[in-house]
């Protein structure tokens, strides 16, 4: 890369420079070209005011102001004679207008070169006009020497900066590097270093630092589901252990053992039942059935939640009410059995952990956008700092750990909310909890 700014830059200062210098050049010549018209059409003037003879003394008033040969000068009269002049020999090869003569032709010595002006005055007198080259060769030069040095200047300039900026960018980069390399190397803490600058390397080490806080993040939480899941097999596999070692015995004493096996059953169950829950929230995870979503009437779902669970919460010594948007449909575009799944798990915990005497309320309400469906109970609720931890798998409060569930329902209700875009809250109701579900409302086209 700093080879190719090297060289890229360079070309550019080359041709920069030799653009700038022609055009030097060029204006240089034509303020020249310019003087020695200036100087033709003076003489040519003085003509018109003496003739000749005034014509041939402002020759050679000129030839006085000039040093040695710097400026060439030449009069001839019509016969052919030299009226005036600083050179003698004029080669009639001098062609009118603008030309380009040796010295060596006007018989001068040192092998200068002259731009000249002929022209014949009033139809007369030939006169002849013209400077040396090396005046303005000299400048020439002087431009010329002076972009080779800048130059020079700027391909320095350009190799030691480009080396700088290659290096540091190599640094940044070599930093990039070195962060993968561990995190390949299973170091998922790692992050690439940030500079504080504001540029493409530093926006990139950003998106790649956010990259590798949600796979640490992923990978933590499959570690946590993993030992969760470890952790939550132990119990009931060492109790089925121990009830089939019972079993053993006392079929080794010949008494029955009906009763150890009913309860391993129950054991094996409970086990199944953790395994087809964790199953089920890893397939609403992987989203694949979003593609088979439908219009659902909430409104219809909670009366059917009404019509399984108000004979349930009665048993249970719990009042049961429902109440649906008065006139607006809550029609969303959703998975009606999972929804449905969603609904049953928030019922079944206000029926499971409220005491008798408590009541338990459901409510949809449609709003312009969105539709709000709400499971409320007043029973002991959950402290404001679980809120968020009791949405983990196989999270449960202290005091329900003695009560039968998996920890796996409120988990199963936020995959569900997830996959449907819905914003799940938990809130207080002071007292009891209430848990509603924020999904975007389906509009209907207007039938007309
Ligand atoms: N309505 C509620 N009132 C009080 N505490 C609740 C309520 N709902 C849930 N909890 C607490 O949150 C914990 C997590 O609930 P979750 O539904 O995820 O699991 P679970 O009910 O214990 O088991 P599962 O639903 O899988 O059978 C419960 O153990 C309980 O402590
Ligand atoms: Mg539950």
């Known amino acids: 890369m700093a080879l190719t700014y090297a060289v890229l830059s360079t070309v550019s200062v080359f041709l920069a420079g030799a653009t700038a210098s022609q055009l030097l050049k060029w204006q240089l010549f034509n303020h020249r070209d310019h003087d020695i018209h200036n100087v033709y059409t003076a003489l040519e003037n003085s003509y018109g005011h003496g003739g000749a003879t005034n014509l041939v003394n402002t020759l050679h008033a000129y030839i006085?102001?000039?040093l040695g040969h710097n400026w060439l000068f030449i009069a001839i009269g019509p016969g052919g004679q030299v009226l005036g002049g600083n050179v003698h020999a004029l080669s009639l090869a001098i062609t009118p207008?603008?030309?380009?003569?040796?010295?060596?032709?006007?018989?001068?010595?040192?092998?200068?070169?002259?731009?000249?002006?002929?022209?014949?005055?009033?139809?007369?007198?030939?006169?002849?006009v013209g400077m040396k080259f090396q005046q303005l060769g000299y400048l020439g030069r002087l431009v010329q020497t002076s972009f080779e040095w800048?130059?020079?200047?700027?391909?320095?300039?350009?190799?030691?900066?480009?080396?700088?900026?290659?290096?540091?960018?190599?640094?940044?980069?070599?930093?990039?590097?070195?962060?993968?390399?561990?995190?390949?190397?299973?170091?998922?803490?790692?992050?690439?270093?940030?500079?504080?600058?504001?540029?493409?390397?530093?926006?990139?080490?950003?998106?790649?630092?956010?990259?590798?806080?949600?796979?640490?993040?992923?990978?933590?939480?499959?570690?946590?589901?993993?030992?969760?899941?470890?952790?939550?097999?132990?119990?009931?596999?060492?109790?089925?252990?121990?009830?089939?070692?019972?079993?053993?015995?006392?079929?080794?004493r010949s008494q029955p053992v009906a009763a150890e096996l009913e309860s391993a059953a129950a054991e094996v169950d409970q086990v199944n039942r953790t395994f087809n829950a964790l199953l089920r929230i890893a397939q609403i995870e992987a989203g694949a059935r979003k593609t088979a979503f439908k219009?659902?009437?909430?409104?219809?779902?909670?009366?059917?939640?009404?019509?399984?669970?108000?004979?349930?919460?009665?048993?249970?010594?719990?009042?049961f009410s429902v109440a649906l948007p008065a006139t607006a449909k809550a029609d969303i575009m959703g998975d009606r059995e999972l929804l449905m799944q969603m609904l049953s798990n928030l019922i079944e915990n206000s029926i499971r952990y409220c005491p008798a005497g408590s009541s338990i309320h459901c409510s949809a309400t449609a709003h312009d956008d969105t539709v709000r469906v709400t499971v409320a109970d007043n029973g002991p609720g959950i402290p404001e700092n679980e809120h968020e931890r009791v949405l983990r798998r196989f999270y449960r409060l202290e005091k329900s750990r003695t009560s039968g569930g998996t920890g796996l329902g409120l988990s199963l209700v936020k995959a569900v909310a997830d996959l449907h875009d819905a914003e799940l809250r938990l809130d207080s109701a002071h007292p009891g909890l209430m848990v509603s579900a924020i999904f975007a409302r389906r509009r209907r086209p207007v039938a007309t």
């Open 64 to 66: 006085q102001e000039t």
């Open 97 to 128: 207008g603008w030309s380009s003569v040796d010295g060596a032709q006007l018989g001068l010595t040192g092998g200068r070169r002259y731009r000249v002006y002929s022209g014949i005055v009033r139809n007369k007198v030939r006169l002849v």
């Open 150 to 252: 800048a130059f020079v200047v700027a391909v320095l300039l350009a190799v030691v900066g480009g080396s700088l900026i290659a290096h540091r960018m190599q640094r940044r980069f070599d930093a990039v590097r070195e962060t993968m390399d561990r995190v390949s190397r299973g170091e998922l803490a790692a992050r690439v270093p940030l500079s504080g600058r504001n540029d493409d390397i530093e926006q990139l080490s950003g998106d790649l630092n956010s990259a590798l806080d949600r796979l640490a993040a992923s990978v933590e939480t499959m570690q946590q589901v993993s030992a969760d899941i470890a952790h939550d097999l132990k119990t009931p596999l060492s109790r089925l252990k121990m009830t089939i070692a019972e079993a053993l015995d006392k079929q080794e």
């Open 295 to 319: 219009p659902v009437d909430i409104s219809a779902l909670l009366t059917m939640m009404d019509e399984v669970y108000r004979e349930v919460a009665r048993d249970a010594g719990q009042s």
